[in-house]
């Protein structure tokens, strides 16, 4: 989402920034790239795919259907059947994939019977185009609905340290074993009251705010899976490090950062 123009729109003014962030991030040991080809829009499918593919047996690219982008700052839900299979193709030609390995519903168009949308991406799965399937912005209520009618691998919830709105659904992916992709994992660098229990516990573990928050979401959930964005092999350097705080944070820090109101 970073990678684009400002407000997720156009072009990023620095290309070749973009694709070499894409590059160290892989070479770094991370191996799972999250887009959506409501990102520019189409601009960060193509970046991925320039920069990447063909990609290594490990790495697993997500992409997503079902907004639209008739210019900046506006998100539109579509979960007609024939935008999702249209989206489709048009991603795996930008991605330069064969197979999607995971596909994901990026809103519950209520105009649009839900069974309809996940119809077809079990369509898209039928003909060999995706793999798994996942659900983006759901309540614990719809993503019942949706499992009902297939398998859900994995659910993408706005969830950081500061807003933990969703926490029920954290706790039945987490239950079920459905990876939770949380997307703003630190509030668009807003984590609101958090700010200066993070800053502590940084200072405790010679890191970052930004890396601490990114801990306490592995800390959370089992099966949490953060995405944080960045246009900068900087802070990318930097997220990747919340991996190696989890084991180095106390059970006191842990339990001063579990206890922070939402």
Known sequence: MQITGDGVWGVPDDRDGAIAVLRAAVEMGVNFIDTADAYGPDVSETLIGEALAPYGDDVIIATKAGLVRPGPGDWRPDGRPEHIRAACDGSLERL?????????????????????????????????????????????????????????????????????????????????????????????????????????????????????????????SSTMLPIPGTKSIGHLEDNVSAAHLVDAITADEWATLDGMAS
């Not at 209520?141 to 859900?152: G, I, K, Y």
């Not at 516990?201 to 970052?208: C, E, Q």
């Open 96 to 220: 330069q994939l064969e197979r999607i390995p995971l596909y994901q519903l990026h809103r519950i168009d209520p105009e649009v019977p839900v069974a309809e949308s996940i119809g077809t991406m079990l369509e898209l799965r039928a003909e060999g185009k995706i793999d798994l399937i996942g659900v983006s912005e759901v309540t614990k209520e719809q993503l019942a609905e949706v499992r009902d009618l297939c398998d859900v691998a994995a659910v993408q919830n706005r969830f950081n340290v500061g807003d933990r709105e969703w926490s029920d659904v954290v706790d039945a992916c987490d239950a079920d074993g459905i990876a939770f992709i949380p997307w703003f994992p630190l509030g668009s660098n807003d984590l609101g009251d958090a700010v200066q229990v993070l800053d502590d516990v940084a200072d405790a573990h010679d890191s970052s705010r930004h890396a601490v928050a990114l801990a306490w979401l592995l800390h959370r």
